[in-house]
């Protein structure tokens, strides 16, 4: 049976954990090659990549911090040279430094913002030359967060990269729209991973209390809308934002 992105070649950034390792993982289950891009945990990264090589996928793990520029344009010239072109980048990789705006320093303003919103400017902008040229098509998803969309106290750095990210996609989608490449946003809910390991057991329970579905998503959950966006089936979305998040963010 052919699989839903046979053929595909995917480039997922921060995909070592958390809802990247999903997306890397559902993405190669569906037939994709996958980059597994990460910043520091090799371990992690080779880990992801041995588990989708072992189920019969195909995968490559490639180190680049992706706030960097010139790092972030290594990481796209090194994905084409490893399988020849990209149809599909998913900007994944994020961090949080949450505190309220009256103890904020400028360095946690400064790694979130670049971290989490320049690396998809530095990425989409080393991405859109060769994808136009090559006359294909393409698909971008990049992961905002339901603070990005409701606010959160403590997340003014978080929520403020994670709006722009929606605004940089719709923009983005509007330019590219004519070459068939599409721009979507996924914006996760509270999903377990290292990220949200942090949150104190009073915080999360009092989560649950503003989820209408009544729990925490899973990583996998995400990563299906991921799919889902980089399929033929979705081919004419564009400039979206699908919220996975049970329903707390609406
Ligand atoms: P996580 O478990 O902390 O994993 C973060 C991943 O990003 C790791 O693979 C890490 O690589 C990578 N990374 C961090 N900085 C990087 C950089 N400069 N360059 C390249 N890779 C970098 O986070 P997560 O919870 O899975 O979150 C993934 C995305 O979903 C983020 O954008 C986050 O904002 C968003 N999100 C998460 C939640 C949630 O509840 N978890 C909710 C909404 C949105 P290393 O392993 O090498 O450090």
Not at 6 to 12: D, E, Q, R
Not at 24 to 45: F, I, M, P, R, W
Not at 179 to 203: C, E, S
Request: proline content about 2%; overall charge neutral.
């Amino acid at each position: 049976m052919t699989k839903l992105l046979s053929g595909k070649v995917a480039v997922v950034t921060g995909a070592s954990r958390g809802i990247g390792r999903a997306i890397a993982e559902e993405l190669a289950a569906e037939g994709a090659s996958v980059v597994v891009n990460y910043h520091a945990n090799a371990a992690a990264a080779d880990e992801v990549v041995g588990g989708i090589v072992e189920r019969g996928g195909t995968a490559v793990a490639i180190q680049a911090d992706v706030s960097d520029f010139a790092a972030a344009e290594r990481l796209i010239k090194a994905a084409i040279d490893t399988y020849g072109a990209i149809d599909i980048l998913v900007n994944n990789a994020g961090t949080t430094r949450d505190t309220l705006l009256l103890s904020m320093k400028e360095e946690e303003w400064d790694v979130v913002l670049t971290t989490n919103l320049k690396s998809v400017y530095n990425t989409c902008k080393a991405i859109t030359r060769p994808m136009v040229r090559r006359k294909a098509g393409g698909r971008i998803i990049n992961i905002s967060s339901v603070s990005g969309i409701v606010g959160q106290p403590g997340q003014t750095n978080y929520a403020a990269s994670k709006a722009g990210i929606i605004g940089f996609s719709k923009s983005l989608a509007k330019e590219l729209g004519s070459r068939h490449i599409t721009v979507n946003v996924v914006a996760p809910g509270f999903v377990p991973t290292d990220l949200t390991a942090v949150m104190p057991d009073d915080l999360v329970k009092q989560t649950l209390a503003f989820i209408p579905l009544g729990r925490w998503g899973e990583a996998r959950e995400i990563a299906h809308a991921v799919v889902f966006l980089a399929s033929d089936k979705a081919g004419y979305i564009t400039g979206a934002v699908i919220q996975v998040d049970g329903g707390i963010g609406t």
